[in-house]
């Protein structure tokens, strides 16, 4: 038989500081629970143990705290993120049918190591997983440990054996106790021998072979004087810390392991346990479902089809009278599944015909049900390129659910089904082309379709309350829903690419890259695979014979950061750096937009909303806000982006927004006294750190203040600002601090908000879009730090995020409203694009910059240039 013994506060401990901080629906951490089953399964899968035992240790006082109180008195106590895991953690092995094992008055250690005897002694195999090197000493030729360990960020593990232990070592693992006793631990307070480091404990081992032989020998003459003397005076401590250090092999085990019961999974329990802990993969993992149907959450609900037009027109008639009606619709809008109090209303494509079908859909999104749905936006894109109406839809769950969690991995209907109704949907592909025929899968569908809707209408349920009691009623109805139906709008109307120039760039890119490809050639003498950073690194740092900064188990580092601090060494570098630059952008962009431009020429980027946690809209096939605009080569890609003819493209995008902002919330005079003035803030910054007239500012100057104006509010370190701007750490320190002295208002904005943060939980925007920072409450200091630069940079970029969003709504009513052909088709960033034709172009180019600067009132004037041109980079 082969044992995995797993030491549960170990494994549990390096998961929580290996996982970044998670939670659930209700608040519980759970990246440590799920980062130790995440190691478990993978080491079931690897190791296929017959039975899994985890010790955990307990919190009373062990034998050896009863002898010396000082052992182990340095440790601190675990973080409460951690403790709140430990026994739901506990729950979920119980549910797995995994054995758990823990005696009050032993340690977890003690407890491997009588089961690893045990397991010897009845002929079994004993793997040990744990992070604690003191399990070395239970090595033998029937146990194992697989040493969990970091090294530059990193988790690595490794099998320790026997043959591993003496190749490091130079002893059996047994001596690993002697070399405690001697050198001591101090992260167990064990002392050892004072005066006694891992080197002369290590040689003494070596020459003598244990505790006892080194003090038979203390005369010899390998041991000198002085160590002799410590020796001498340190026995005692010798003894006690080779006590200490013997992990017990014989403690009374609270399981009996001749009789070791079956694995025997509570599929219910801990179905319920994943799905509390929205650990949708382990749910698929384990093939765990729900065995009974959910309990119903209103009366029991009736389903009924709709299968011609006049009983479909008369029930969406009685539909206008409710003040909620939520909705599910089918991909491709072949199917739709209403809820109508205890009545679930169901109408497929299959069952009308096509003119029948366009009516009822088109009666449905007229505006005048009013829908609940779940990320809406797919559907009126699809309602607007049918050149259908697309209203009516008054709450979005998923924009509800980001909202109320903007840290979320993701807000589809499964996972927000699973997070507050603790409950699993069908899983049924409603794109298949026979999904609701009768010969078909039209029963699962129409059963997925009814749960889906009502999955909907609870989860609307509770997501609307919350949002009022959050205070985000106003964000979420007056900002957030407009604003979906304005990104579908910029989706269906995309932007045209110019396909012809496109494919010129891309042939211009692929010479320049050949050549490229030849100079590296030649300077390397022979050819190689240069995206290889393996070969690569061969080539430079071993052909070549260039200083190396690191090296890894899987060879030398290539990173852009390494290969530009060789500049200087061989010309190669830099044809290195060009030949990736290149590379990319052909992949990427040239290759990557000729692929998603459209029958009609343009290109439709999916504008998202539930994206990023401070707000920010994102951007995907293609993401356009990744379109490079630091070197020409990357801001010439944006000539392929055009106008139709006839029309052109007028572009206006804020002036440090981000910084007005900052000036607005900090209330600091200096700095809003400057933008009222319309000075150049990083100028004037530089003017005022350095002490000189504006006139006598170099450029250095104000580039290196441009880099804190911009870093402070993502609470810029000295070590980061130091690499930016080029000088010594500690002249960075006293540049930051020379800036937080100019601008004093920015200085107790930054403290401040920190601290109202630690004591609300959140930070809010302006607007009242709220972000929970956990993280600031953490004892894992690079958990706080994160939460404290999340503190101070989501107001402001939050807030920026809000205005421009608000710009897009009112530049898009008002074209509507006074009838402008042109539309607004982009937004990158702090900018918006229109297109428009060329007889209205002044006119839309005032009336963006105008709705723009007005999008909110602060202390601070809101700065908009607006710029015509038939390219994007005519526009800039």
């Known amino acids: 038989m082969k044992f995995m013994v797993i030491d549960g506060n170990s494994i549990l401990n390096r998961a929580f500081y290996g996982v970044r901080l998670l939670t659930n629906h209700d608040g519980l951490p759970t990246n440590a629970i799920y980062g130790f089953l995440s190691t478990l399964f993978r080491l079931q899968d690897e190791y296929t143990p017959d039975r899994t035992i985890v010790c955990f240790d307990v919190k009373e006082k062990t034998f050896r705290h009863q002898k010396f109180d000082s052992y182990k008195a340095t440790r601190k106590g675990m973080p409460d993120e951690l403790a709140a895991q430990l026994p739901v953690m506990k729950e979920v092995l119980d549910a797995l049918g995994i054995i758990r094992c823990e005696k009050g008055g032993y340690e ?35 146990t194992t440990v697989h040493l969990v360990s970091s090294k530059g960020g990193q988790d690595t593990s490794r099998d320790i054996t026997p043959e591993a232990f003496r190749e490091e070592y130079g002893f059996d693992p047994i001596r690993l106790i002697d070399l405690k006793a001697l050198m001591g631990d101090s992260s167990d307070n064990i002392s050892g021998v004072p005066g006694i480091g891992e080197k002369t404990a290590m040689n003494l081992l070596h020459t003598f072979g244990s505790l006892d032989e080194v003090y038979r020998h203390l005369d010899a003459p390998e041991i000198k004087k002085g160590l002799r003397d410590k020796l001498t005076n340190g026995e005692q401590a010798a003894r006690d810390s080779y006590w200490l250090a013997t992990i017990e092999r014989d ?43 959910p309990a119903p959450t209103a009366a029991e609900r009736k389903r009924v089809e709709l299968t011609d037009l006049e009983s479909a027109q008369k029930q969406l008639d009685a539909l206008t009278e409710l ?135 609870d989860i ?144 439709h980027s999916h504008f998202q909303q539930t994206v990023t946690a401070t707000g920010r809209l994102s951007s995907v096939d293609p993401n356009l806000q990744n379109i490079p605009v630091r070197t020409e080569l990357g801001r010439e890609l944006r000539r392929m982006f055009v106008a139709e003819q006839g029309r052109v493209l007028v572009d206006a995008d ?57 870093g402070i509010v993502y609470g810029i370190s000295d070590f980061s600002l130091a690499q930016d701007i080029g000088v010594t750490r500690k002249e960075a320190a006293a540049f930051i601090q020379s800036y937080l002295d100019t601008y004093p208002g920015v200085h107790h904005y930054m403290e401040s908000i920190k601290q109202s943060a630690r004591e609300n939980g959140y930070v809010e925007t302006l607007f009242g879009r709220r972000r929970a920072l956990p993280e600031l409450n953490s004892k894992n200091f690079n958990l706080r730090s994160f939460g404290e630069r999340a503190a101070m940079n989501t107001p402001i970029q939050g807030t920026a995020a809000d205005i421009i969003k608000i710009a897009m709504l009112r530049v898009r009513d008002r074209l509507k409203a006074e009838g402008f052909e042109a539309r607004l088709i982009l937004q990158v960033h702090d900018e918006l694009i229109l297109e428009a034709p060329e007889h209205e172009a002044e006119r839309a180019a005032a009336l963006l910059r105008e709705e723009m600067e007005h999008a909110a009132e602060l202390r601070v004037p809101l700065v908009a240039e607006a710029k015509i041109g038939h390219s994007w980079y005519e526009t800039k």
């Open 323 to 457: 003040s909620a009606v939520p909705l599910f619709a089918a991909p491709g809008l072949r199917a739709f599944a209403l809820l109508a109090q205890d009545t679930v209303y169901l109408l497929s494509l299959d069952s009308f015909s096509v003119t029948d079908w366009d009516t009822v859909t088109a009666r449905l999104f007229a505006g005048e049900i009013k829908l609940v749905m779940h990320d809406a936006k797919p559907t009126y894109v699809e309602l607007l390129e049918a050149g259908l109406a697309a209203q009516g839809v008054l709450f979005d769950t998923s924009i509800a659910a980001y909202l109320l969690d903007p840290t979320a991995s993701a807000y589809d209907l499964e996972r927000v089904a699973l997070s507050y109704l603790n409950r699993e949907l069908p899983k049924v592909d409603l794109t298949a082309e026979d999904a609701f025929s009768p010969l078909g899968g039209r029963d699962s569908a129409l059963a997925a379709m009814t749960a889906n809707v009502e999955a909907i209408a």
């Open 108 to 142: 977890a250690d003690d407890l491997i190591g009588t089961i690893s005897r045990k397991a010897e002694e009845q002929g079994d195999d004993c793997l040990i997983v744990t992070g604690d090197r003191d399990s070395l000493q239970l090595v033998s030729a029937h």
């Open 251 to 293: 403690a009374p085990l609270p399981i009996d392991m001749q009789a070791l019961p079956d694995v025997q999974m509570d599929r219910d329990a801990l179905y319920d346990l994943l799905t509390r802990l929205e650990f949708k993969s382990f749910l698929t993992r384990l093939g765990l479902s729900k065995t009974e149907a």
């Open 460 to 603: 609307y349920a509770e997501a609307s309350a919350r949002l009022e009691e959050q205070g985000m009623h106003k964000l979420f109805f007056e900002m957030e829903m407009p604003l979906m139906t304005v990104l579908a709008e910029m989706q269906q109307a995309g932007c045209k690419a110019d396909a012809d120039q496109l494919c010129a760039f891309g042939e211009q890119l692929d010479t320049r890259i050949a050549a490229l490809t030849a100079q590296i050639y030649e300077a390397a003498g022979h050819e190689f695979n240069i995206q290889s950073s393996k070969q690569l690194g061969v080539v430079l740092f071993e052909e070549l014979g260039l200083p190396y900064k690191k090296k890894t188990k899987t060879g030398y580092s290539t990173s852009a950061e390494v290969l530009e601090s060789l500049a200087g060494y061989h010309p190669m570098i830099a044809d290195v750096l060009e030949y990736r630059q290149l590379t990319k952008l052909k992949s990427t962009y040239i290759d990557g937009l000729l692929k998603v431009i459209a029958p009609d020429g343009r290109i």
């Open 654 to 710: 804020y002036s440090q927004i981000e910084l007005r902002v900052l000036a607005h919330v900090a209330d600091d005079d200096a700095m809003i006294e400057a933008f009222r003035g319309g000075q150049d803030i990083h100028a004037t910054t530089a003017s005022k750190v350095y002490g000189v007239p504006v006139e006598e500012v170099t450029p250095q100057m104000r580039s290196s203040c441009k880099a804190v104006n911009f």
